[in-house]
């Protein structure tokens, strides 16, 4: 069902590729005459608005009743399609650690895959505390790193720690789900 949360999760999906490839392509704006900063700028505004459906579609979603299968599985893509847009583009241009990198991609597949059996199982494992705050973590080093603004690097490992921390606690409540079901 395409309701409005969808329609911004949609829209996050979209929003991903086009960030990637301006953080890529910095000749756009160098050709041109613009200082390379610009280029940072586009990519930083592209990965704000795209943060900001995230924080919308979850809010409207719940306050309206607009929650939907479709959501629950098009949400934790979308979060993931952009994140992983801006950490690889980061990554090939060289400004943020392969290794970092590599550690939280393959937290988010594993999770995501585990989130994709629980909602078809009809399991409900909320997001915890700890995901919402490396969530956030993840966005600031993004912006930090997208502005190649000081600290950049640590702040992305500290999300690397809280990326682990919460999926620990993921895999955590998951299994208690899975044991209360077999109840």
Not at 3 to 18: C, D, G, K, Q, Y
Not at 36 to 56: E, H, K, P, Q, R
Not at 115 to 121: G, M, Y
């Amino acid at each position: 069902m395409l309701n409005l949360p969808n329609t911004l999760a949609s829209l996050r999906i979209l929003l991903a590729p086009l960030m990637f490839w301006i953080i890529l392509n910095p000749q756009l704006f160098t050709d041109n005459g613009l200082h390379i900063t610009w280029n940072y700028y586009a990519a930083s505004l592209l990965f704000v608005l795209a943060s900001a459906t995230d924080f919308f579609d979850g809010y409207i979603a719940r306050e309206w009743n607009q929650t939907t299968l479709l959501g629950a599985i098009l949400d934790p893509l979308a979060d993931k399609m952009l994140t992983l847009a801006a950490f690889l583009g980061l990554m090939m241009i060289e400004e943020a650690s392969a290794w970092a990198i590599y550690i939280i991609i393959v937290r988010e597949l594993f999770i995501t895959g585990i989130r994709t059996i629980a909602v078809s199982e009809g399991i409900s494992v909320k997001a915890s505390m700890a995901g919402k705050v490396k969530t956030v973590a993840q966005m600031i080093a993004i912006g930090f790193l997208l502005m190649r603004w000081p600290l950049g690097e640590e702040l992305l490992w500290f999300a690397v720690a809280l990326t682990l921390y919460s999926g620990l606690e993921y895999l955590y409540g998951f299994r208690n789900a899975l044991l209360k079901e077999s109840k």
